[in-house]
C-alpha cells in the first residue's frame, strides 16, 4: 500500500510490502509512527492474485506536519479561583467604567503575561476578558465584561478546537488537523506564543479549573484538507 | 580629563538611584556561570499559586580581580541567551507563553530592568530587537510592533511617555510590556505609541517572529512582515528600518520578496514561508524557505544600500 502526492510525485510512503494473506477483509494502519513529513494526496493498494497484479487507488488528502508541542488553555471560572477581593475596574462595550472587585486568583490567572488566559467566567460580570481597546494598551487591571467567547480567526472554543500561530498555514478559521492521540481539532484562534517554533499548538479545554490544567505530550500533527 | 569628569557627573545626576550608565564600554565582565531554580520562599509566591525563578549569575572581571553574583527574582522558565554588554547582563527566554528580557546593572548588582515581549533578539552589541506582548487568544486584529531596546540607554530612555506607569523596575506580579522604542510599524513610530491592536476593521502587520531580525551595515534592520486576516489571505514583504539615525528616528521601507527565484509558488502566492533570515552580503540577505513548498531551500535578495 502506498500513500502519494499525486500533483508533486514527491512524496511516497509505501505502507506495506511483501504481505502475503489469505482472503479476507483487513484494516492496515497508517503506520503513524514512521509514516515520514510530507503532503500526500492518494493511497494506492497493489495485490498480486495468481501471479496477477490489481491496483486501487483512493484520494485522500492530507499532510503530515511533524510532532507539535500540544499546550492547553481555558477560560477559568473566578468561583473556582479563589484569593481576596482586588480591585478593577469593569468596562462595557462603550468602554463606561466602573470600580469593582474580583478575586485576586482569578484576576492573575485571566490577565497574567506569561500564564493567562486572556478570558475568564466572573461571578457577576459574565465572560470578562482584559481591556485593551478603552485603556489604550493591556491592563491587568480594568476588564471587559460581557465579552464573547470567540477565537480570533471567529470560530467557537472547544474541546475540539485548537490556535495557532497567525503565520501557520493552519491559521485559517475551520481549518482540521488530526492530533494523535487525542482526534480531529479545528484551527479557530491564534496564538503568538506558538509562533516562538511555529510547530506549536494550544488547545482549547472547557474545563473552567484555576490552574493544574497541564500541557498535552507532543503529538505527530496531520493536516487534514 | 576635565572634560571627561564633567561627563561622569552628568551620568550619575540622569541616571535613576543606583544604576551606572555604560560610562566604560570595555569593562571586561565574563559571565561564569547562570541558573535558574525555582523560588519555594512562600512570601514571594505569586497569585494562584505561581512560584517565580531565582535567576543567578556569576560574572567575574580578571583585569580587576572581581568575581561575585547577581540574583532576582524573576518569570523567566527557560534561558535562551545571555550575555554581557558593557555593564549590563542580559537574561532573554521564555516566560510561559511570554518571553522576557531582564537587564542588570553588574557594577551596581541589581536587576535593572525587566519585561515580557515575543521573539527577542540581540542584533547588535548594545541593541535587543523584539515584539511587544500581546493576548492573542481572541484578539481578532492584532498589530504587532516591533520595538527596540538600547542597552546603552537607561531604563527611562527606554520607554516613550506613554508607557505604562509602573515601577522600574517592576515588581513580579506587574508585568511590564511597554517597554522599548517603536520602530515598525511606521504608525507607531509617527504617533510615538505601543498600542498594538488594530480599531476597527482594518488590518494589523504581523512581523514572522519564527524568521528572525538581521541588521546589515549602516545599521538597516531587516525582517519579514504579514498583512491579512489568516493565512490564505496573507501577503508578506521586507521590512527594511533604517536606524543610522538612532531607534527614536527610524526610516522605514518594504520591498517585495522575489518570488520568481522559487520552483514552485507555494499554498499562498502571495505569502512566503520563511523559516529564517541571515546576511547574505553587505547589502543583501538570503531567505530559508521550505524546499517542499518552493523547490529551492532559500533565495538571496538585494537590500537597499541607504
Redesign the interface.
Known sequence: MILSDGRLHSSIYTLITNGTLGPNTYNFSFGLNSIPIGEYTTITATWTVNGANATAAFGYHFKVMGTYAQTQYNTPAESSCGGSAEAVTIDDSSCASFASTLLSNFVFRVSDQTTGTGSGYSNHYHVVKPEVYCTHGYSTTTFRENSTLVGALGGLLNNSTVAACSTSELAVNGTRVFIVGEGVKTVTDLCPACCKDTTHLDNYSTSTVCSGLGTLPGALTIRLY | MKKMLSFSLLCMFASPPGVTLLANPAEDWKIEAVLLTPDTDPAHR?????IPQILTVTVSNPSEAARFQLSSDV?L?RIRDSFVAGNRFVAMG???????VAVFDIVSKRLIDWF?C??PHRVSANWIAY?E????????H?KEVLLMYDLAETPAENRLP?A?RLPVPAPL???P??VGIPVYPETNVLMRS????V?GSGEGD?V???AGYVLLPLKRLVFAA?QGE???H?R?YLVIVNLSGGVNHPAIETIDIPKDQFKKAG??PR?V?ITGIEQASENAVRLFVPQ?DYGVSSITVAIPGS
Open positions: 505569586l497569585p494562584a499559586d505561581t518569570r522558565t521564555e516566560a510561559g507563553s511570554a518571553d522576557e515580557y515575543y521573539a515584539v506582548w500581546y493576548q492573542g487568544h481572541g484578539l481578532a492584532p506613554s505604562g506580579a506587574n508585568g510590556v511597554q505601543y498600542i498594538n491592536v480599531e504581523v514572522m517572529q519564527e504579514a489568516d493565512f490564505l496573507l508578506n499554498e499562498n505569502f514561508k517542499s
